[in-house]
């Protein structure tokens, strides 16, 4: 069980450091670690803690970045339906969360290109309806940081102010499903443990990753996103059905 715990902090200490430069991949890179090791419906809660964590992270590393009107405008509709996301992930079958989760990753490469190709500029109002979609996904599949990317960048905000933006957002998201979780009942103490460890591995590689943010291109970015997104889905398609 030692080797175990000392690979998902590995995997963690990286996730972290490629979500603080490209603004998401953490839960990506680490959902189908924690599914292989804890299984699916305890995957899900550790990473929603450390999620909180990593979000913290960033949100510390680019404080004063913060574009606080975007932030109340994505969070005010988000934090409700990752709320009613989550009570929903809960009551699927396990075997429908790992095809589900892996289906949805793989589905997100040609979504996000997409999205990017359409230049869409979009107001603080529709930023909102974003922000309930985006966050009812989140409730249901974890990482939807693909969709909140360019749900983001397409307001106008970039690099720090987008990831701080994006951080805060995704945190006040991330704390309704685990206000929902413990109604219930899948945060028992060592869950929150479990999500406390991988969190501070998440947060260390956040802070490591800080430099890196200027020097990564844009094609890197890509590159990075789309991999992650492969290599996950297919990863939990195969825990799906082995």
Do not use: C
């Not at 490469?109 to 966050?135: D, K, M, N, T, Y």
């Not at 307001?155 to 805060?168: H, I, M, N, Q, R």
């Amino acid at each position: 069980m030692l080797g175990e715990y000392l690979f998902v902090l590995l995997v963690g200490l990286v996730a972290g450091a490629i979500s603080g430069v490209i603004g998401t991949g953490s839960s990506i890179m680490l959902l189908p670690v924690l599914v292989y090791t804890f299984g699916p419906k305890q995957a899900v809660p550790i990473m929603a803690v450390a999620a909180v964590m990593a979000n913290i992270s960033r949100v510390i590393a680019w404080w004063r970045e913060v574009n606080w009107r975007a932030f109340a405008a994505y969070s005010v509709t988000g934090v409700p339906a990752a709320a009613i996301g989550a009570r929903t992930l809960w009551a699927l079958p396990v075997h429908v969360v790992d095809i589900g989760l892996g289906l949805f990753f793989l589905a997100m490469i040609p979504v996000r290109h997409w999205l990017e190709a359409q230049r869409i500029h979009i107001r603080l109002w529709q930023l909102s309806i974003a922000g309930a979609f985006i966050g009812f996904l989140t409730g249901i599949v974890l990482s939807t940081g693909p969709l909140s990317v360019p749900a983001f960048t397409s307001y106008g905000l970039v690099k720090g102010a987008f990831l701080s933006t994006e951080a805060a957002s995704s945190f006040a998201i991330y704390v309704s499903k685990i206000v929902t979780f413990q109604e219930l009942g899948a945060l028992p103490a060592k869950v929150i443990v479990q999500g406390v460890i991988v969190g501070v591995s998440l947060m260390l590689g956040t802070f490591a990753a800080k430099r890196v943010v200027q020097r990564m291109s844009v094609a890197s970015f890509r590159y990075v996103l789309d991999l992650l997104l492969l290599g996950s889905g297919l990863s939990m398609l195969w825990a799906a059905f082995h």
